[in-house]
């Protein structure tokens, strides 16, 4: 496999909205993040990806772009962008941003001027159709934020557009070469500005299946899930190969996609040398438990399915390339509060899964907050709720009979508001975050969950993370961590999650004792030292390991 400047770097993802407010508007800015470089850069990340800065409606908290080649006033202007870019730069940190190009928003002029001549240039950049009052619709998809995929174009009794997300993201015909062009230039303006590269966003639904047609119906809607009509569609990659020759690879730059259904046999085109994207993120973990019926009828995710989706993980990508690690981002629970079972969630257990997560091979992305243990948020009412999914899930929570009370208790455990809420920095008001009122309240976890306690405290979650991204970048076990194999250990010893990282000259044992009890753990080998270790005692009797509950340890053998 070749080697990439990227592979050994440690990335973290940046909500904007959420991070640091500059200016007391309650709302988080680029000039927020330039004020906390100097904080990146101390827990060692060196890649940084920005959530959508550009102009939104933020119907979708600006997944929903209206001019691709400006920044959102509410974030800052182009001149903060430039100067992130170049600040960043010199602490050796690259700046990724979203690329959302699989929709725009309704208010991107492209899509006006195609709601002003539907038959003209602009009209062929989406996805619209004739048709009239009582007709079905082109065909059953369900959007992703729920409801048919279709909605009348604006001024048009007799049109319809297509839009597989918010009825304010219309879908991009990626079939016309016209709107493919733009993209590319868009793409490569952005590259010349020297950012490092892009999260690709949503992509794999550029590919539709077409002409338009029904899947079986999956719920009492009547519709179909958008996932049918994925599986059904071919030829993604000869659009994902067209962008990346004419993007991405001219200027080595970074990507990592987000895919969903790709297939075992595409993984090399995808992700393997020269493939459509440096990385991909892998959502095996994020996907468990989940339901086709919706929130409300997912199941927890116990350990043995943790340990079993991230190896599988690993298998399929093993000699192929590098997948981007997660426990969490700004679509799911905090991974805390989500892959721990029911009231084990404390700082030890925290930087167990933390830690589990990390040394797997791939990029370990972190998500803001995540190196402070930040917990879910608990809703006291719907009026609180701001993400559109969570406002679509709790209806098809009461549709399916459930209570107000258990319908907002179900979103409370999958919002993805959990992980939009500010960042903690300090005990403050309004946790540091912002001088004025935030967007969106702040945990009331934050009087003991902050930054500022634990840079104090040498036992914290985040000087633990810092400890983890440290022990990666120090030169005698980095090519091990980043390019040493990974074999699973006593993959059947149940709650325990356990794996070895081996080079030619060098095994590291990495291992996660899942559960409050203690276990017992035979070794491979004798140990040469300790790396890691979560909590203050190692017990070692020979080659047989007496794990604490939620013990987490790297041993070098
Ligand atoms: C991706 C984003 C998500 C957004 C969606 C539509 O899944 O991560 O936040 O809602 O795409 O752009
Ligand atoms: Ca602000």
């Known amino acids: 496999m070749e080697h990439k400047w990227w592979h050994g770097k440690t990335a973290y993802q940046i909500y904007p909205k959420s991070f640091c407010d500059s200016n007391g508007d309650g709302i988080g800015d680029l000039q927020g993040i330039i004020s906390k470089l100097d904080y990146l850069e101390q827990l060692g990340v060196e890649i940084v990806w920005l959530s959508p800065v550009y102009c939104s409606p933020l119907a979708d908290q600006g997944y929903d772009i209206s001019d691709y080649y400006n920044i959102d ?116 303006w952005w590259l010349d500005k020297g950012l490092a590269g892009f999260r690709v966003d949503a992509i794999i639904n550029i590919k539709k299946k077409l002409p338009f047609s029904d899947y079986p119906v999956d719920r009492e809607d009547g519709l179909s899930s958008i996932g049918h009509m994925l599986d059904d569609a071919t030829g993604v990659g000869s659009f994902l190969d067209e962008m990346a020759q004419r993007t991405f690879r001219r200027y080595d ?14 993984l090399p085109r995808f992700l393997g040398d020269n493939g459509y994207f440096s990385t991909m993120f892998d959502f095996a973990e994020n996907g468990l438990g989940k339901s086709p019926k919706g929130w409300y009828d997912a199941k927890p995710v116990t350990p043995e399915e943790y340990k079993r989706a991230c190896f599988h993980s690993q298998r399929r990508v093993a000699d192929v390339g590098f997948l981007s690690n997660i426990i969490e981002n700004h679509d799911e629970p905090r991974g805390v509060s989500h892959y721990l079972p029911q009231g084990d969630c404390f700082p030890a257990s925290k930087k167990m899964l933390g830690g589990l997560n990390f040394f797997l091979r791939g990029i370990p992305f972190l998500y803001q907050g995540q190196e402070i243990g930040m917990e879910n948020f608990q809703y006291r009412s719907v009026a609180e709720v701001d993400d559109i999914s969570a406002l679509d899930e709790y209806q098809v929570s009461l549709n399916a009979g459930l209570s107000e009370e258990e319908a907002l208790a179900t979103i409370s455990q999958f919002s993805r508001d959990n992980a939009r809420s500010p960042f903690q920095w300090d005990s403050s008001p309004n ?45 005698k076990y980095h090519h091990t961590i980043v390019y040493g194999a990974l074999t699973p250990y006593l993959p059947e010893q149940e709650n325990l999650m356990a794996y070895c990282r081996h080079s030619e000259h060098q095994t590291l044992l990495v291992l996660g004792n899942f559960q409050r009890q203690p276990q017992t753990v035979p070794l491979p080998a004798p140990v040469i030292q300790t790396l890691i270790n979560n909590l203050d005692a190692l017990h070692l009797d020979g080659d047989v390991l007496h794990m604490d509950g939620y013990q987490f340890l790297v041993l070098e053998l």
Not at 133 to 156: A, I, M, Q, T, V
Request: with cysteine; charged share 25%.
């Open 73 to 188: 006033p509410r974030f800052g202007t182009m001149e903060d962008m430039e100067a992130l870019i170049a600040q960043a730069k010199q602490r050796g940190i690259g700046i990724v941003m979203d690329l959302v190009v699989n929709h725009t928003s309704d208010e991107h002029e492209w899509f006006r001027k195609a709601c002003q001549d539907p038959d003209g240039k602009y009209g062929k950049y989406y996805y619209i159709r004739d048709w009239h009052e009582g007709e079905p619709l082109p065909c059953n998809w369900r959007s992703y934020f729920g409801g048919p995929c279709w909605d009348k174009l604006p001024g048009h009794e007799d049109k319809l557009y297509l839009h597989v997300f918010h009825k304010k993201q219309p879908d991009l015909n990626w079939e016309n070469p016209e709107v493919r062009e733009e993209i590319y230039r868009m793409i490569n």
């Open 253 to 266: 730059a970074f990507s990592v996609g987000e895919v969903f259904n790709e297939k075992d046999e595409e």
């Open 431 to 475: 946790a540091g975050f912002t001088t004025g009122t935030p967007w969106m309240k702040v945990n009331p976890n934050y009087l003991h969950i902050n930054l500022a306690s634990q840079r104090e405290d040498p036992n914290s979650v985040w000087n633990f993370y810092r400890t983890l991204i440290q022990l990666r970048r120090n030169p």
